[in-house]
């Protein structure tokens, strides 16, 4: 995973709540085993269907930021849909509301999620509709989303910034720990189920 | 101060707990299928690791299965790569695989539980996030990605911080023709698709505990849909007869020493939860979704509701987009809706006493003319058993299509998709634009309601039939 410390870039105001991972990929493209390459299939639908799509938009085509409406990547857990986003140029999407998986997923792929309150989500879409070029910086050091004379702070686990902002991967610190695990191995019941050998029914 | 059982799972398997850190979590079942794990399995070969506990990891083949031709190479090469690839990371890695054609293949959330696999106070995690259906045994089951996938494969624990506490009441009695997909249904019209965000939900009161199993399945399934990773039920008799004598459950003194510690997984009377619900159940009629999220639903008495009416404005930017992806018109009674297509399966839906419903309701009668209706069992099991009880020849005699088991319809992963423009009533999960198919149009409904639905052509009630003569 890359590391994760500061990003400037300009914004595409997405305003539309519930989007849910069936529109950032639909199940057509999860087909694929490969981890790279899932930028065909971002927003495919809204993209062919919709000419007037935020990101059919020419001023928004450069667009790192993502800025979307409440409750943002719900429904299935594919991680396709954060691999989507990175794979087409998005490191960062802003959101009043992120479903549980896909903000866990995209901490892990390396896209950096913020929440902010609705409004300043509202003042942050005024703001790049009325200059799509206006810069926009999220910095995770100082966890604040700046843009113009704007100062929005923001708030994330402790835990997560460090992993993200040193680019760690989650196994490699789970195995510092490998004595904590096989002492807990030692002690659950003998009665828990286990999957091998196959019982007959 | 007392605990939830959701706080009692999650404690007991806490491996590690350090200040300023995740929790790192224990995992004692790992379900895996077909999509969500090819690249979970290429980052072990990279990093050269392996699979710590084959033992308590468990493959199928659900999503991208056909369910016509099943015992025939998968004819999409791409999905048929898919599927050879978990077979070959299977068997590189030593895990136990149910593939097409086996006995025990099947949605990997029915198959769980089919096998005794799925019990109360377990963790057990999957890369699809319909795991939150093994809830129904007081189990702490969440869905997760294909890195956390791989995070399992490795070192079979999670990092996770405790979920907020969130509980669902219902209370009092269900009425006729009213089912747990109503139940759930009415909870996330109620709370909304981010309504659980950050809790898991526990469903009690008396309505909950007179369920079934694979209504309380239904009624976890679908905890995701309001927003939460997890939904759980405490166990309790009901729960301990499903699962005595299924393979994979405790037997001799196993069974009495399982039974007790599973009799301890309540909640505390004095727990306190960050947020309760309440349903009277009593109220509540059949259930049908007319927009494109779950969270979109209506009893089926009511009409297409008006935009301009929603106050809030993204709800009312939802429903304006909803109405015109569905091509819906304000003011239309939903009983009048009419459909092409008619889904009954999914691991919302697709277990044999979902089958029982819906066969009652066709017995001796024909679908509507202009309908297709899928009948789609969850699991192998499930197609014998209700083989078995000859609720295929009620299906097939109503003119309804017998398939093999899979996710099918569900998602547009395998064959078995809607046209651009098709309308379906769906015991499915998710009413997503495109989810059923590239324009497909869903409402999510009950099997009763789907069976209904299947015999006059529109979205109908069971207790609409009587009154019809249908």
Same mark, same amino acid.
Do not use: I, Y
């Given at each position: 995973m890359d590391a994760f410390t500061t990003h400037t870039g300009t914004a595409a105001p997405l305003r539309r709540s519930n989007v849910d991972t069936d529109q950032i990929i639909p199940a057509e493209y999860l087909k694929r085993i490969t981890r790279t390459g899932f930028e065909d299939g971002l927003f495919v639908a809204w993209r062919t269907n919709e000419p007037d799509f935020v990101l059919n938009q020419p001023q928004y085509a450069g667009a790192s930021i993502l800025v979307a409406g409440p409750d943002f990547g719900t429904g299935s857990s594919r991680e396709h849909a954060n691999w989507a986003l990175l794979d087409g140029g998005f490191r960062v999407v802003i959101s009043p509301r992120f479903a549980d998986i896909f903000r866990n997923n995209s901490t892990k792929a390396g896209l950096l999620t913020v929440v902010l309150p609705e409004a300043d989500v509202e003042a942050l879409w005024a703001a790049v509709e009325a200059d799509p070029a206006l810069p926009v910086t999220v910095d995770l050091q100082a966890e604040q989303v700046t843009y113009g004379d704007v100062t929005v702070p923001f708030q994330i686990d402790p835990y997560t910034r460090w992993r993200l902002l040193e680019g760690l991967d989650d196994v490699g610190l789970t195995e510092r720990h490998l004595d904590d695990i096989t002492a807990f191995e030692a002690q659950r019941p003998a009665w828990l189920p286990r999957s091998l050998p196959a019982l007959p029914a | 101060m007392g605990q939830t059982l959701a706080q009692k799972v999650y404690e007991s398997h806490v491996v590690r707990r350090t200040a300023g850190e995740p929790d790192l979590l224990y995992i004692d079942l790992h379900l895996v299928h077909e999509v969500t794990s090819p690249q979970a399995f290429d980052g072990l070969r990279a990093a050269g690791r392996r699979v710590r506990r084959p033992d308590l990891t468990m493959a199928t083949e659900d999503h991208n299965v056909p369910t016509l031709d099943i015992l025939s190479p998968i004819a999409d090469p791409v999905s048929r790569a898919q599927v050879e690839a978990l077979r070959r990371n299977a068997a590189e890695f030593g895990i136990r695989l149910a593939p097409m054609g086996d006995r025990d293949q099947g949605i990997v959330h029915v198959i769980g539980p089919q096998l005794g696999l799925t019990q109360p106070g377990m963790t057990i995690v999957c890369g699809d996030s319909h795991t939150s259906t093994h809830g129904a045994f007081g189990a702490l089951a969440f869905g997760i990605g294909t890195s956390e996938v791989e995070h399992v494969l490795a070192t079979q624990t999670l990092p996770q911080y405790p979920a907020k506490q969130m509980s669902v009441t219902v209370d009092g009695e269900l009425p006729a023709g009213v089912s747990a997909k109503d139940v759930i249904l009415a909870v996330i019209a109620e709370i909304?698709?981010?309504? $659980?965000? $950050?809790h898991v939900i526990e469903y009690r009161g008396s309505a909950i505990e007179a369920l079934s199993m694979e209504a309380r399945m239904t009624i976890c399934n679908m905890s995701i849909e309001a927003g939460a990773r997890a939904g759980l039920i405490a166990p309790d008799q009901t729960t301990f007869d499903f699962l005595q004598g299924r393979p994979h459950a405790p037997q001799g003194a196993d069974w009495d020493a399982a039974v007790a510690h599973w009799s301890t997984l309540r909640t505390d009377p004095d727990a306190v939860f960050d947020r309760e619900v309440h349903i009277d159940a009593a109220s509540l009629t059949p259930y049908v979704t007319w927009g494109t999220n779950p969270g979109q639903g209506l009893p089926i008495g009511a009409s297409v509701p008006d935009p301009a009416q929603i106050a809030d404005e993204n709800e009312r930017r939802a429903a304006e987009s909803a109405l015109a992806y569905m091509g819906l018109t304000a003011g239309t009674p939903l009983r009048e809706i009419e459909v092409d297509t008619v889904f009954l399966g999914s691991c919302t839906n697709g277990r044999i006493e979902d089958l029982r419903v819906a066969a009652a309701l066709l017995a001796g009668k024909h679908v509507d003319p202009n309908t297709r209706m899928l009948v789609v069992p969850g699991s192998v099991g499930v197609k014998q058993q209700a083989e078995a009880e000859g609720l295929d020849r009620v299906f097939i005699d109503a003119g309804a299509e017998w398939r093999g088991a $899979? #996710?099918? %319809? #569900?998602?547009? %992963?395998?064959?078995?998709q809607l046209k651009p423009g098709e309308r379906s009533a769906s015991t499915s999960n998710r009413n997503f634009q495109g989810r059923q198919g590239k324009g497909g149009r869903t409402h999510l409904v009950s099997p009763a309601v789907a069976a209904a639905t299947a015999l006059t052509g529109r979205l109908t009630a069971p207790a609409d039939l009587e009154m019809a003569g249908v």
């Open positions: - | 909304g698709t981010g309504g $659980g965000q $950050g $899979g #996710c099918s %319809m #569900c998602l547009g %992963m395998n064959p078995d």
